[in-house]
């Protein structure tokens, strides 16, 4: 089998590699049946939520986003080199009609179907992924590790479909953050905090294979340096208070002007600090700090909680 090579450069463990080499496994070997990211987790024992990052951030792409590609290469070489017809290929290959196929597949190769069909037309080739290790010196992830008892806020929740953690262009969560700031609903909330404590949370629910939306928040926490007078009136007008069980938390630094200093943490946190630490993220309240008052180009700083394995 042609394979292609995909190198990651840093610390994975034998474990994490063998658990991602086996889901492409199960994933090739089911690849005309009804199978998704989520049928792929259950296969290596792990939870959807953990498995899609871990998968994307190793990869670089999602396994939903694997199995797409590597159907429509196999599609298009059946349709080269066999009689069959295109619509027994697209009900083969998981599409409900022969159109959401055709649009899949000219987006894909930049042919049509019938186009495949004939000598010289010009087809992608997207071969299965084998995974390799290269090493390239050491590098350094500050962080810490905090124990935090119940924890309470009060927040605009709002729940959002897990779909979304499989696109890496939805935007619903910073659309959230938007919203609410054009509404005038963050600052109210924030002046119940003693002034230069008014830090804002951005509080994450986990994902659960038994549920279809997880929760995102925006709060304050609540303790002796909050007005908790008022919290009955906010929590009458569409406010929430939100728990947190003990937990120890991993804390990391977030440096940037914008999001994307978050999303190249949690790749490193997956990448780099899960394999050479031995802890994991348990299914917990994930949250991020953005401080009233941080330190020069501190976009935020994120706490996973975490257990040793």
Not at 13 to 19: E, F, K, N, W
Not at 42 to 60: L, Q
Not at 68 to 94: F, H, M, N, P
Not at 242 to 259: I, L, N, R
Request: proline fraction near 3%; charged fraction near 25%; glycine fraction near 6%.
């Amino acid at each position: 089998m042609i394979s292609y090579n995909l190198c990651i450069q840093g610390g994975l463990s034998a474990v994490s590699i063998q658990l991602i080499q086996q889901a492409i496994c199960y994933m090739e070997e089911h690849i005309c049946e009804n199978i998704n990211y989520a049928e792929v987790a259950k296969s290596v024992h792990m939870s959807s939520y953990n498995f899609h990052r871990t998968f994307s951030f190793i990869v670089g792409m999602t396994a939903n986003e694997y199995i797409r590609k590597r159907r429509l290469t196999l599609a298009a070489q059946e349709l080269q080199t066999t009689d069959i017809s295109v619509i027994d290929v697209a009900y083969k290959y998981g599409y409900e009609s022969p159109e959401s196929f055709s649009k899949a597949f000219s987006r894909f190769h930049g042919s049509t179907p019938k186009q495949a069909k004939q000598k010289g037309t010009k087809l992608h080739l997207f071969n299965p992924l084998v995974i390799k290790i290269i090493l390239e010196g050491g590098s350094i992830m500050d962080y810490r590790i905090e124990h935090r008892e119940r924890q309470q806020f009060i927040a605009l929740v709002r729940a959002f479909p897990n779909e979304i953690s499989n696109d890496d262009n939805d935007h619903s969560i910073p659309d959230f953050w938007t919203e609410c700031s054009e509404k005038n609903l963050i600052e109210p909330m924030r002046l119940l905090r003693s002034e230069g404590k008014r830090d804002l949370y951005g509080l994450c629910s986990p994902l659960r294979d038994s549920e279809t939306h997880f929760n995102y928040g925006i709060g304050i926490m609540i303790d002796e340096d909050t007005d908790t007078t008022k919290l009955e009136h906010f929590t009458q007008n569409g406010y929430s208070i939100w728990e947190t069980e003990p937990a120890d938390y991993a804390v990391f630094k977030c440096f940037g002007s914008d999001g994307d200093c978050l999303g190249e943490t949690w790749s490193k946190f997956f990448k780099e600090f899960v394999p050479q630490t031995g802890y994991t993220q348990t299914d917990d309240t994930d949250y991020e700090i953005y401080f009233e008052n941080g330190e020069s180009g501190l976009f935020c700083e994120l706490w996973v909680p975490v257990k040793k394995i």
